[in-house]
Structure formats: structure tokens, C-alpha cells
């Protein structure tokens, strides 16, 4: 079992930043792909971010050259950097996780951008 925790969501203006947090209650290390998705209102679940361990990072084309996705293996979490934040980045973001075939989700942070 898995247990992940996300924060660092909340209310900002268009064009301002924030930084999101997914915290996992077992180490990190040898998970390979981990990853931030989001769902906004109506909308199915999408891929926002996923990193690789030894391999790199992949975007979806909406977020890209705006948010950064990266892991600290010591401190078992992974983090999402969000910049120039859009009207239509406002969704929940959840964080996500593949161990021994079962897919876990944290509970989810809401991230609204006003325009």
C-alpha cells in the first residue's frame, strides 16, 4: 500500500505561480514513473506531467515551456511547478503512481486561476 498526500493547490491570478506537492508515505526510489494529472470540471482525468526515473520528463503540449515536474528521492516526493498559469490550467491535480501493477491516486488539490 501507498499512501500519497498532494499539496500546495489554491486560488491564484492568471500569469502567477504555484508549486504542487505529492508527498508518498513509503520510499520513492525504486518507483520508476510517477507522474501529475488534472480534471477539471466535465472534463475526463488528463495527463499533465510524468518523470522517468533515468529516463526524463513528458508534458502534455498544453503545459509545456509553463510547468516543471521533478522528484526528491529523499524525501519520497515529487513536485509540480506550475508558472504562467491559465484560466484553463484550473482543475483538481492529482498525483499518481504505478507499485508492483497497482495504480494509486492521491485525494487530490484544487487549483483555480482567475482571470
Known amino acids: 500500500q501507498v499512501r500519497l498526500v498532494e499539496s500546495g493547490g489554491g486560488l491564484v491570478q492568471a500569469g502567477g505561480s504555484l508549486r504542487l506537492s505529492c508527498a508518498a508515505s513509503r520510499s520513492i526510489f525504486s518507483i520508476k514513473a510517477m507522474g501529475w494529472y488534472r480534471q477539471a470540471p466535465g472534463k475526463q482525468r488528463e495527463l499533465v506531467a510524468v518523470?522517468?526515473?533515468?529516463?526524463?520528463?513528458n508534458y502534455a503540449d498544453s503545459v509545456k515551456g509553463r510547468f516543471t515536474i521533478s522528484r526528491d528521492n529523499a524525501e519520497n516526493t515529487v513536485y509540480l511547478q506550475m508558472n504562467s498559469l491559465k484560466p484553463e490550467d484550473t482543475a483538481v491535480y492529482y498525483c499518481?503512481?504505478?507499485?508492483?501493477?497497482?495504480?494509486?491516486w492521491g485525494q487530490g488539490t484544487q487549483v483555480t486561476v482567475s482571470s
Open positions: 499518481n503512481l504505478v507499485h508492483l501493477g497497482q495504480n494509486y
Open positions: 518523470i522517468i526515473s533515468g529516463v526524463g520528463t
